[in-house]
């Protein structure tokens, strides 16, 4: 069954560079952006990249996030996507902050200030975990 017209091998093959991609970001301690995640996914994988003028798309990139997390939070219990910037923002998107909620790791309801410091805190745990890898 497709989600936002991709195929689950598609999703599979992009949650797989997409986390491979992460790694290497927390590794460099670096931030990155839906644009540039799109743009080396496309580049890795061979598959079309995320049109983020439709808001589809973007809906799709936040599926694919909630797929790398998926992925990783197992063993690592934090939330890898907190290296992606939403767009136009300094932080994660909105959907970062309900997955956290989802997960136990933000009470719902959290101040902008908690959502932040939670932020914060998955980036720098994230740096370190990566640092030693």
Known sequence: MDVYGRSEDEWEQLAGAGLVFLVER?????????TEMSSVLARRTGLPGFDFERPEERAAMGHLLGLVVERDFPKSRLMVSALVNYLGAN?????????AQQLGLLPKGSSERARMEFWIRQVNGLYARHARS
Do not use: K, S
């Open 91 to 99: 932080d994660a998107g909105p959907g970062f902050y309900v997955l």
């Open 26 to 34: 927390a590794r460099l301690q670096r931030i990155t952006t839906y």
